[in-house]
C-alpha cells in the first residue's frame, strides 16, 4: 500500500533529522505569518487536529473575543527551507476554525477553492492557473548620503514620470510608428 502525503512527511522528517516545522499561511491583505512547531508536537495528530493559534494577531482575521483558530498543515507543499540554522521542514498550512476544523471564510487560499469550485460546477472551465502578480521595480541609479549634517537618498529611473520629455527616447506618451 503506498504511503499518504502524511506518512511521507513524517518519514522525510525522520531521515533528514529535522528539528522545526514551519507552517505558513497568509493574511487577507497578502502578507505572509508563521508559526515555528518543535519536533516535539509533530505527529500524525498535527495534520488531522491542527495546531492552536490566536487569529485576532492576524491582520483581517478575528476580533479578541473569539480568536481560536488553528493551522492544519498541507503535507503536499512540504519542503526544505534553506534559510534556517536548524534543519527545518516548511508547509503552507490552512487557517480553520478550532472548533469546527471548518476552513476560515477569509482565507485567500479558501476563497479560491470556493471560486474554482463555482467555476467547475458553472461549465465556465474546467481547470484554472492562478498566480499572484509579482511586481518589482528597477531603477537607473540610487545614491544616499549619511553625514555628519546631512542624511537624504536618491532614486531615479529612465521610466519615471520626472524624466519624461528628457533625451529624444524618453518621452514616456505614445509613439506613432513612422508610416511607410
Do not use: C
Not at 38 to 54: H, K, T
Request: aromatic letters at 10%.
Amino acid at each position: 500500500m503506498p504511503a499518504t502525503a502524511v506518512e511521507r512527511v513524517l518519514a522525510r522528517v525522520k531521515k533528514e533529522g529535522i528539528e522545526v516545522i514551519d507552517l505558513k499561511f497568509v493574511n487577507l491583505y497578502g502578507g505572509w505569518h508563521h508559526i515555528s512547531v518543535p519536533l516535539s508536537q509533530v505527529g500524525p495528530e498535527l495534520f488531522s487536529a491542527g495546531i492552536a493559534f490566536d487569529g485576532s494577531s492576524v491582520p483581517g482575521f478575528k476580533r479578541l473575543e473569539a480568536g481560536d483558530m488553528v493551522l492544519l498543515p498541507d503535507p503536499d507543499t512540504a519542503t526544505r527551507d534553506p534559510f534556517w540554522d536548524r534543519p527545518t521542514l516548511s508547509m503552507i498550512a490552512q487557517p480553520a476554525e478550532a472548533d469546527t476544523r471548518a476552513p476560515f471564510a477569509r482565507d485567500p487560499r479558501a476563497i479560491l477553492g470556493k471560486a474554482e469550485a463555482l467555476m467547475k460546477s458553472t461549465g465556465v472551465a474546467t481547470a484554472s492557473l492562478w498566480s499572484p502578480e509579482f511586481e518589482f521595480y528597477i531603477f537607473d541609479a540610487v545614491t544616499y548620503m549619511n553625514d555628519i549634517n546631512t542624511a537624504s537618498y536618491r532614486i531615479d529611473s529612465a521610466e519615471a514620470d520626472w524624466n519624461s520629455g528628457i533625451g529624444p527616447d524618453n518621452n514616456l506618451g505614445h509613439k506613432i510608428p513612422r508610416q511607410g
